[in-house]
Structures are given as C-alpha cells and as structure tokens.
C-alpha cells in the first residue's frame, strides 16, 4: 500500500485532524445536541410559504385611447412602445394585447432582477419619451405583479337571508378590520353589488320647465361640493369656515335646485326619479353545496406581505374573523374558506420534512445491515445535525421554507427583511 506523504510525515490531514478533535472532545455531544435543538428552532420560526420567493419582476403597463380600434391601438401604440420598452436593460419578454380604446402591455424582466430598479427605469423610459406617445393617449398606468400578489385566503360570505348588496356592504367592513393586520398586503373583493344612486329623469317633465338633461350635470356638480373658505382669528382661537357639503343620501339630492320656473325653484325630485340602491352587477359569487340551493355570497381575499409566514398569516385572519362573529357578522351569515394557501403550505412542508426523516432512517436502517450500528449512529447523527445547521442558516439569512428550498439551495432568495 503506498502512502501518503502526510502519512510519512507523521502528520494527518486537515480533515483527519478535524475528525481526531471532535472525537476525543467531550464537546462533541453538546455541539450535536446544540445543532439538533437550534434545528427544531428553526425550523419553528421559518416563515412557510406555498411558492418559493423567486424573484421574476412583471410589470403592467396599460394606455388607453379612447375610440381607437383594435387595428388603431396596434399600430401606434402597442408596437412603438414594445420596441421603445425592449431598450431597457434586464427585459426578457414583452406581451402585448391590443383592445378597442385599450393596450396592455406586460414587460417580464429576467430571474433575479431588481424589482424596484425595473420600476423606476420602465417609468423614467416612458416618462422621457411621452413626446413619441400619439396626442389623445393617456398617461399609462403602471402596475408591477409580484408572487405575493397571489391571494392565500379566500372567505366567502354566504347567506340565506341577505342578497349580494348587502353581503358586500358587510364583507367591505370586514375587510376594513383585516387590514389592520400588519402582515396583509392587498385585499379584493369578489361579487356583490356597491352601492350607487341612478337619477333617471323624465324628459317631458324637463321640457315642460324649459329644462334640458345638460342642465342638471353643473346644478349636481355644484351642489356636492364641499371646501375651505378660510379661517376667522379671534379671542386667541382660530375658526376654520368650510362651504357646501357633500351630499350623503336620495333625500338630499332631491331638494337640489335644478332651476326656476314660474318664478319658483324646480327640485330634481320633480323631475326625476332617485334610486338609492344596489348598481347593475357585472360579476356574480354563489355557494352552494350538493342537495341544497344556491346561496348570494361575497368572496374577501387576502394577499400576504413579501417574507412573512404564510401559516401564521392564515392563522391570525381567521381569530380576527372569529372575534368579528356576532359584532359586525350577523349570526345569520356564515364565513366559509374557499382557500387556504396557509394550510396547504404548512402540509407541504412538513411533508417534506417527514420524507427527508424517513431517507434518513433508511440510509441509517441500512447501513446497520451491511456495516454495524457504529456506522448507522454516526449517519443518524451527522445527517441530522446537518440539515439542522442548514435551517439555523435559513432563519438568520432572511430565507422561507418552501418545496424549493428543501432541496434547491442554489433557487433561494431572501425577503427584503433578511
């Protein structure tokens, strides 16, 4: 056997060293005891999340051109500024659709680039060249799309009783508590009906006053509104004079002046009829189970902040909801969740770490067959100790748990917090 020339030196190596010093110290226990421990800390305190925090920036830009055809909208807009956006640095793709008065372009920058450094050069390249942009085109609204855009819970509100105007009214004042919670971000709601006063006036009733439906836009304008004429000082106090008054109910905008005739006023109410009431839906949200009738419902959801545990998200809306019951929810309505991404990312996860203890137990299970149980402790030791310091450094770096950063650490990325 031919030896090594740290072997003819009487010297080991640096990992037999290593090996030497571990083995002969009494510390060797506590540190894998420490690592073990510091593991299950971890992996504790890891935000869990459903889909890896990969960044891969989207930005929607949308211009409108009101009139245009589809044809119209391709040619002198969406097509020069396609060409104008692929200028930028960082732009893998580009989607465009043109509509009749509307383009939508979706600019998709590569893996890893900065989001907030696509935002302020895709605004600076369409704010200095707004010279290029047709006249009558509007100022393009820029929306950047992010993973966490994706709502993680879904409530739907449903009841026998209540219709969809009411169900939105009560779902809005949900969402209003909601969004006290730090962690969420961007709530939606989904279905219902918002509330909207129609003024459907009478065509002969406007002629027979000399009046015209033109007429009534200023007269509606003027009365609702409501501003700061100034401020009276004296007596060492400040009073703060505010004109008009925004109009609040049906009843208000009945009595406003339209005109005169006869020498006496014309109310709106004369000549239109106000409806206080739910607007025309455009979408609607039913629940319904087997063997029973559809329900009106109004679905809440939810998105999370970048970076926080999606589990932990899910788990304070819902004792948020539930203190909500029988104070703002009536007992006659009931809270159904239609998603759960807290839930299935909190499976996932421990699914996957059940697994990994499994191959564990096997390698170990194995090599205790063909090479002794010396062997196997160590593999059951060292495998374990590992992947517990490999956690540890998750939660100081800023990283969540997910399925791709069990087994893709070269896929991970960290949350602005870390």
């Known amino acids: 056997m031919k030896n090594t020339p740290s072997e003819l030196s009487g010297h080991p190596g640096f990992a037999g060293w290593l090996a030497r010093s571990f083995i002969d110290s009494r510390l060797t226990p506590l540190v894998i005891l420490a690592s073990l421990l510091l593991g299950l800390m971890a992996v504790a305190l890891l935000p869990r999340e459903e889909e890896p925090q990969i960044k891969v920036p989207m930005i929607d830009v949308m211009v409108s051109m009101p009139g245009a055809t589809p044809k119209e909208i391709e040619e002198r807009l969406s097509i020069p500024m396609e060409k104008l956006l692929y200028e930028l640095p960082g732009i893998e793709y580009i989607y465009s659709t043109s509509m009749p008065g509307h383009c939508l372009l979706i600019a998709r920058f590569y893996v890893g680039h900065d989001l907030e450094d696509a935002i302020v050069s895709l605004n600076q390249k369409l704010e200095t ?29 449903h009841s026998s009783r209540y219709d969809h105007f009411t169900l939105r009214r009560l779902a809005a004042q949900v969402d209003d508590a909601l969004k006290s919670i730090p962690e969420v971000a961007e709530t939606k709601l989904i279905g219902g009906t918002r509330r909207q006063v129609q003024i459907q006036f009478d065509p002969l009733l406007l002629a027979a006053r000399n009046l015209t439906a033109a007429d009534l836009v200023p007269r509606l304008q003027e009365a609702n509104r409501q501003s700061t004429s100034g401020s009276v000082q004296a007596m060492n106090q400040e009073v703060i004079l505010q004109s008009g008054t925004f109009l609040g109910s049906a009843e208000e905008i009945g009595r406003i002046v339209v005109g005169v005739y006869g020498g006496k006023p014309v109310y709106l109410d004369e000549v239109a009829d106000i409806i206080d009431g739910p607007e025309e839906p455009e979408n609607y949200v039913l629940f319904g189970k087997s063997g029973a009738q559809e329900e009106a419902a109004v679905t809440l959801s939810l998105a999370k902040r970048p970076g926080s545990n999606a589990v932990q998200v899910v788990q304070t809306v819902q004792r948020k909801v539930e203190s909500l019951q029988g104070q703002v929810i009536p007992a006659d309505v009931e809270v159904t969740v239609t998603r759960d991404y807290g839930q ?14 499994i191959a564990v137990f096997g390698v170990a299970l194995l090599i205790l067959f063909f090479l002794g149980w010396r062997e196997s402790l160590v593999v059951m030791l060292a495998i374990p100790s590992t992947l517990a310091l490999t956690l540890l450094v998750f939660y100081l770096y800023g990283y969540t748990l997910n399925r791709i950063t069990l087994f893709r650490p070269d896929l991970l990325h960290r949350h602005p917090g870390g």
Request: hydrophobic share 45%; glycine share 4%.
């Open 129 to 157: 060249n707004f010279d290029r942009i047709p006249h009558g085109v509007s100022k393009p609204l820029i929306k950047p799309r992010i993973i966490d855009d994706v709502p993680i819970l879904a409530l739907t509100f």
């Open 344 to 357: 299935t990312a909190a499976e996932k996860s421990n699914e996957l770490l059940l697994h990994m203890g």
